[in-house]
């Protein structure tokens, strides 16, 4: 009797220890999950203030990140209100601009607004700009706007030329902010647009150099 005691007493030993193993171990896996919970990037479904056709259902925004069409559409919406000024309306496109400019392009982009301003109301024109496509580079994460810009004076004639708004879009605490722009009168100069190009000022030096 005394030795079925023991071993009844032994075995109560064992299943007690490893029930507080088990304990300890849920106890430390939900922990775990508890952490993972709290530093996890929340994702959320947000609208832009113009979207793409066709890209209605895909905009997604997190702490630091976006999905590539919400990063177009804001370059879409960047585009057309740089590129549709009016003298009536630079001052307005300024405080809508402001809070959305990086300390880095805040003066340039602003500067551009006033030219374009002063440009109308020197040469008493209009501008509008119709945008084509936008394309976005994953490796450069650069969203180019492409179009056309229209120039019509008040006899009626209009100019069109090609016309590129180029943007460096940063997500911060789920906001947009815009840290690099530029703009001409081309096409998107992309990486392979880039490459083009460098591979060309080289052969130039190259024949100049043979040729000096």
Known sequence: MSFKLKKKFSQLVAENLWSRIGIACLTALSLMLAIAALSRDTVVVMKPPLAVPGEQNSYWVSNKAASESYLRSWGLFMGMMLGNV?????????DQLT????????HDVVNILEIQAQQIRDDNITMRFEPKYIE?????DKVFVYGYS???????DENRD???YEFQIEIADHLVRFNHFDTYDSRPKNARVLQQIKRREASRKERDRKHG
């Open 162 to 164: 090609e016309r590129t």
């Open 86 to 94: 009016t003298p009536t309306t630079v001052n307005f496109l300024k």
């Open 136 to 140: 976005y580079e994953k490796d450069s």
């Open 150 to 156: 229209f120039v019509k004076a008040m006899d009626g």
């Open 99 to 106: 809070p959305l400019l990086g300390p880095g392009i805040y």
